[in-house]
């Protein structure tokens, strides 16, 4: 069982540039989220998407966007790295209700 | 507005000791309570979950019980082992809210 899988795991920016993050679920889950974990400061919510179709700001989505892509897919995009955004990003996926979080891997992306 | 508080951390116990690990929560309704557990280099996975109030979710030997009362879910374990040693967060959702809401992060190492 696959579950959540991000790419790519590891990346290395320099200042002002831009990528985006993959993450796709194979669980057949409505909900989607984005989630960066930096030290000291837990999990922060960057985006999330309750169904396909539509996506919603979290705490912290300034210098983000998204994209649900279909039911399986929801991709994270720094348009113009900062170094404010190095950190662990988090993808992960749920049912409606009481159901748990599924998380990713995570991917480690350094801005210099 | 929802939130967790945990115990901050870093623990560190001796093998074969007892653990807590302490959570309380502000929320509005019913929230579902978790606890989830980071070993290091993945993403966070559920270690147990309880739905309303007095419910005991268990896993490997982990236990917490939903205090309504105290708005608490404190993580138990009687004998720590090494390969607990992880990063702990305890964590709430509403039903039909679309998102969690994490506490910080405990982080427990446990010596031989």
């Known amino acids: 069982n696959a579950g959540v899988t991000q790419t790519p795991k590891f990346q290395v920016l320099k200042t002002g540039q831009s990528m985006t993050l993959q993450c796709a679920q194979d669980?057949?889950?409505?909900?989607m989220y984005w989630y960066r974990q930096d030290p000291g400061m837990g999990l922060r919510l960057i985006y999330y998407?309750?169904?396909?179709?539509?996506?919603d700001k979290g705490e912290v989505p300034n210098g983000y966007n998204v994209s649900r892509l279909n039911k399986r897919e929801f991709s994270l995009r720094l348009e113009s790295a900062a170094p404010s955004q190095t950190s662990v990003y988090f993808c992960?996926?749920?049912?409606?209700?009481?159901?748990?979080?599924?998380f990713g891997n995570g991917t480690r992306l350094t801005v210099t | 507005g929802n939130s967790v508080t945990q115990m901050e951390g870093p623990v560190t116990l001796s093998e074969e000791a007892f653990l807590t690990i302490n959570c309380t929560y502000t929320?509005?309704?019913?929230?579902?309570l978790f606890w989830y557990v980071q070993y290091p280099g993945e993403g966070l996975q559920l270690l147990l979950k309880?739905?309303?109030?007095?419910d005991k979710g268990s896993n490997k030997g982990f236990e917490a019980t939903y205090r309504k009362e105290t708005t608490s879910f404190h993580l138990e374990k009687g004998s720590v082992q090494v390969s607990d040693s992880a990063v702990y967060f305890c964590?709430?959702?509403?039903?039909?809210?679309?998102?969690?809401?994490f506490g910080d992060g405990t982080t427990l190492t446990v010596k031989p």
């Open positions: 309880a739905t309303k109030a007095d």
């Open positions: 992960a996926s749920s049912e409606p209700g009481h159901s748990p979080l599924h």
């Open positions: 964590a709430l959702s509403r039903p039909n809210a679309g998102k969690s809401t």
């Open positions: 998407s309750a169904s396909e179709g539509t996506t």
């Open positions: 669980m057949n889950h409505n909900s």
């Open positions: 929320a509005t309704g019913y929230p579902s």
